[in-house]
């Protein structure tokens, strides 16, 4: 408990310490704060996170069938937290193994850099993510990331394993659309 209370109040959401959820709100900021936990903590939340996981893939369906979408959205981006051990308003980068905020903001400051020298004002307004990752040249990644040998292998097993998804649409006869139509689209997903 004295743990506990210690561990809180370096935590973003204050919570009364003698709230029945006190234990299990503390473990999960510690999860998406990536906080070092006690071993007995450690084992404790890694059933909070089991549990959580299923409960919220239960709510989500629960919620979707009934048509409400903001709680169906706030309960995936729950579980997306919980998945990924980090909050919702963190910069997506710092899903990947080692990365911390220091690297985001050196890669984030050369994409910009980058942006700015290239004149290309597309890309000036696109976050700088895992796929610009690997489109990096090696010498470059190296020099910005500054990783062991043996954390750059958990990188690129990360990098690997990331789905790259593109899409495009098209709506169908376009042209002929007014306000009120239903109108038919055309979705690829590459």
Not at 77 to 106: C, N, Y
Not at 171 to 185: E, L, M, N, P
């Amino acid at each position: 408990d004295v743990n506990l209370r210690r561990l809180a109040q370096h935590l973003p959401v204050k919570l009364d310490s003698n709230a029945s959820h006190f234990k299990t709100s503390v473990l999960l900021q510690s999860h998406f704060s990536r906080r070092p936990l006690t071993a007995d903590l450690r084992s404790d939340q890694r059933d909070i996170l089991c549990e959580a996981l299923r409960l919220l893939q239960a709510m989500v369906d629960v919620i979707s069938s009934s048509g409400w979408l903001r709680p169906a959205l706030a309960a995936m981006e729950l579980s997306q937290m919980i998945v990924q051990a980090r909050w919702a308003s963190d910069d997506g980068l710092l899903q990947v193994p080692h990365f911390t905020k220091d690297i985001v903001a050196r890669l984030h400051e050369f994409h910009q850099n980058r942006s700015r020298d290239e004149e290309d004002e597309d890309d000036e307004d696109e976050e700088f993510g895992v796929v610009d990752l690997m489109d990096l040249e090696d010498d470059e990644r190296d020099k910005l990331l500054q990783l062991t040998p043996s954390q750059m292998s958990d990188v690129a097993s990360f990098c690997n394993a990331y789905p790259n998804v593109e899409f495009s649409f098209e709506v169908i006869d376009a042209d002929a659309v007014t306000a009120g139509d239903v109108v038919g689209g055309m979705v690829r997903l590459e």
